[in-house]
């Protein structure tokens, strides 16, 4: 009764997982391993459901139209299901999803999802599925919504969790083991290895771990893992979760009232409330649909169209206006035209009123100018002619000289009457 792919799952691959929960595996895992008992406490694993919108009522063949698809994974987070143990693996979970987003009577559907996390390669198989789903999916959690489960949940439309004391988050990778070797030696089984001459690396990474020597594991497994982990969380829902608490992406946990604040989860509330969001998201959805398969004929009839008339034009504007789009607006290229030119025609009058702003500067200087020497002259003129009258030079008056008298002047010039005259003998 032993499933030996959950065992294998669970003490030989790296884990996404909340370290208490794992804890709570492995010692059950070991409970069924050493006694092949199924515990009292293992759960019937829920396969899938439709729930009406009206009565809430439940079926899980005859599903009536505007029902929202059930899923549940309940355990860890492993690949393959153990229906004797109750945990469902994804691979199933992610089949039952398919199933119940391909029914035509279905709007959309909820992923319960209640986990401490589990084996990293059991993540895709699922997560491949949500990305294709054509209809909302809401992650509906209870207690717990850790690591791998996180990181599953990270795809949903939505993530809405029951208790305000839940822990979410861990976003982290780790890799949790056992050397089972030494037990099953005791019980007279003997182990030989032998390897080819050049597999000299071969199982050296989980060789060097058994020796406690993990260096090597964390560089080349789980490093690159944790890396795609995170990578993977920021892309999906960055947007939303707080960069002010480091702890985050450091694989911290935190209970669902925080998680809340810090964006990790979208809401905490009932069932009932996960339902209503469902159908709230199917709403939108179905709008968008809508809008997306608008055939816009009147846009279209413009193509090819140099001068569509503004009737035409109006036609495809209320296309898009039913469209959703308020924001443009259709108009005829000559539009466009004219309203190039005329700002070009404004930005040629912006030029010139420039220009004639400074001229107009000049002459109001000058008028200043003229004004001032205006009002100067004005109080000239009132002290009376004489104080604006022109400063006329005296000179002496000239009188004419007779013939003789510049006869003799020129006598008296010549040079021998000059020595004569300046000789102090002839004086």
Partial sequence: MINQALISEIFNQPWSIEKQYAQGLAMSAMGVYRSGIRPAAAAKMETAYALTQSDRSRSEKEIQPGSIGVVTIDGPIVKNSDYWYGIKGTEDAAAELLEMDNNPNTIGNILVLNSGGGAVYAIKPITDIIENLSKPLLIYSKEYLCSAAFRIAAHGAYIMVYHPQAIIGSIGTMSTFSNMQPMLEKWGMEFHEIYATLSTLKNKTFNDALEGNYERMRERMLDPMNLDFVSDIKELRGGKISTKEAGIYAGETFMATEALHLGLIDEIGSFDAAIQKVIELAQNTSQNKNTTNMKFEKITALAGKTEPTQE??????????????????????????????????????????????????????????????????????????????????????VTEKTADQITAEEIASLPHNQAIANNPIFN
Wanted: glycine share 4%.
């Fill in 312 to 397: 035409e034009l109006d036609q495809a504007n209320a296309e898009l206006t039913q469209a959703g789009v308020t924001g443009v607006t259709l108009v005829a290229e000559t539009l466009i035209t004219e309203a190039a030119n005329v700002t070009k025609e404004r930005d040629t009058l912006a030029a010139e009123k420039i220009t004639l702003t400074s001229d107009l500067a000049t002459v109001n200087t000058s008028l200043t100018s003229a004004q001032a020497e205006n009002t100067t002259l004005k109080a000239k003129l009132a002290q009376g002619p004489a104080s604006v009258a022109p400063v006329i030079e005296s000179k002496d008056p």
